[in-house]
């Protein structure tokens, strides 16, 4: 069974630029999460799908980030303009329903530096 | 709120030893525990989970943690380390498994010769 896959790994802008990450949850995940992992520190939610309809993304900051999961599938996580405070590693992670004993599963991530 | 602290920012440990590492939460109700490893370079991967029931549980690799309600712990724990051990470890607490975790901050693990 494949994993979540995230593209780019890396990605390097500077500052007040836009960067897009994408996310292809495991085959039949309805629940699909973006996390922010600054450096020293865990992973933060940034925002949680429950097919293509949006759960939780109270920690979202709206006035720059934005996320879409068209058509309950891929997903993509938007930043514009970005700050130097959003470097970090974006993880996406899915999970098959969101219930209470599902497990969330992690890609690799995507390594944003900005400078 | 729910909170997580995981005291020891690095652990040193001879390969061959036994490892501990410590979490403490702060949840309201029934908590759901996770023990995540992540590698360099690698996303994380799932160690094992609490959601009720026996207090010990038994993850992959040769882990386990004890969920001791008094004491708000859900320490991790591994008789033997290996080499391949070394890696960064996180706890987290959710309200209910698929829903929102809540990370503590990370143990990085190194393992000596």
């Known amino acids: 069974e494949a994993g979540v896959a995230q593209s780019p790994r890396y990605k390097i802008i500077e500052k007040r630029q836009s960067v897009a990450f994408w996310c292809n949850p495991i085959?039949?995940?309805?629940?699909l999460y973006w996390y922010q992992q600054i450096l020293g520190q865990g992973p933060k939610l940034l925002i949680q799908?429950?097919?293509?309809?949006?759960?939780?993304d109270s920690q979202l900051p709206k006035d720059r980030f934005s996320a879409e999961r068209l058509k309950g599938v891929d997903s993509t996580l938007k930043i514009q303009p970005a700050k130097l405070e959003d470097s970090a590693v974006y993880l996406c992670?899915?999970?098959?329903?969101?219930?209470?004993?599902?497990?969330?599963?992690f890609g690799p991530g995507t390594r944003l530096t900005v400078l | 709120a729910q909170s997580v602290t995981q005291p020891d920012i690095h652990i040193t440990v001879s390969e061959g030893a036994s490892l501990e590492l410590r979490c403490n939460y702060s949840?309201?109700?029934?908590?759901?525990l996770f023990w995540y490893v992540q590698s360099p370079g690698q996303g994380l991967q799932l160690l094992l989970k609490?959601?009720?029931?026996?207090?010990l549980v038994q993850g992959i690799k040769g882990f386990e943690a004890e969920f001791k309600r008094s004491q708000s712990s859900f320490n991790l724990r591994k008789p033997s380390v290996h080499w391949s051990d070394a890696a960064e470890y996180f706890c987290a607490v959710g309200k209910a498994a698929g829903n929102k975790l809540t990370f503590g901050g990370g143990t990085r693990v190194l393992v000596k010769p």
């Open positions: 799908f429950q097919n293509n309809g949006v759960v939780d």
């Open positions: 992670a899915s999970s098959a329903a969101g219930g209470r004993t599902d497990t969330q599963y």
């Open positions: 949840y309201g109700a029934t908590p759901y």
């Open positions: 609490y959601f009720s029931g026996d207090t």
């Open positions: 085959s039949g995940h309805a629940t």
